[in-house]
């Protein structure tokens, strides 16, 4: 395959409850919340949707008839969205296997919902691809790239770009977070229990690692923002506005 064309299917995780951020969610889900004037799944839906991305699958939970409410059908972004009800939370990976038969054809995206990062997703499917990887994180260096302190899992790479410890939380002495963003082939839902709660930080990528597979890293020079508190919301704010308000400026 054509390590160049864009991969045909994400899914968008939005299912979780906004526990941390209720101040300023009410009742609205974390991916509802608004960043410099639009929600924060808006704009994942536009970056999948950017990237060639033509079927989005959105898992659903806590208030999901907002998010259908909000971005309905996809046809006002250039893409088909279907939805994926969850009576119980199945975690970030349990929500990929129970789409398996939408998702097993080929290589497809998962995307953290309630985060917002900005990378080249054409680039990391063109590595991940080109690398015959089973499985590509981006990935984000807190000491270098803008964040808000996001707590995702810790990630050791080799001197190729290659994954070789994954741990969540602060278990590593590593400056790579987990963006929440993956390149997957569909044999990685084979690593994944049916009908249960799993997380791809907690349970498929250190099983992965032990079983040898080639797990790769997508270090991004962008920015990753996780909405999960008030104070990492107004980071956001100020962060986006700015960036954006300076594209403006230089597109005038």
């Excluded at 959105?58 to 998010?67: C, P, S």
């Excluded at 709660?197 to 907690?202: L, V």
């Excluded at 032990?210 to 997508?218: I, K, N, P, S, Y």
Aim: with cysteine; hydrophobic share 45%.
């Amino acid at each position: 395959m054509d390590s160049s064309a864009p991969v045909a299917t994400a899914l968008i995780l939005a299912a979780g409850k906004s526990t941390r951020i209720q101040a300023v969610a009410s009742d609205r889900p974390k991916p509802l919340i608004v960043v410099a004037g639009e929600t924060v799944l808006e704009r994942n839906v536009r970056q999948v949707a950017a990237a060639g991305v033509r079927d989005v699958w959105i898992n659903l939970h806590y208030r999901g008839e907002q998010i259908q409410a909000l971005i309905g059908d996809g046809a006002r972004f250039g893409v088909r969205v279907r939805y994926s009800w969850e009576p119980e939370l199945l975690g970030t990976a349990g929500a990929a296997k129970k789409l398996e038969g939408a998702l097993g054809g080929s290589t497809f995206l998962v995307v953290y919902g309630d985060n917002l990062t900005a990378l080249d997703l054409g680039a990391l499917v063109a590595q991940h691809r080109a690398r015959g990887a089973l499985a590509t994180l981006a990935v984000f260096d807190r000491e270098r790239v803008p964040n808000t302190g996001l707590a995702g899992g810790r990630v050791v790479l080799d001197a190729g770009g290659r994954v070789r410890e994954f741990v969540e939380g602060d278990g590593l002495a590593s400056p790579y977070v987990n963006a929440g963003v993956y390149a997957l082939e569909p044999s990685v839902l084979a690593a994944i229990p049916a009908g249960a709660f799993a997380d791809f930080g907690r349970d498929v990528f250190p099983r992965l690692l032990r079983e040898g597979a080639r797990v790769d890293a997508f270090p991004i020079d962008g920015y990753c923002l996780g909405i999960d508190t008030p104070e990492g919301l107004a980071r956001a704010n100020a962060l986006v506005a700015s960036l954006e308000g300076a594209a403006e400026s230089l597109a005038r």
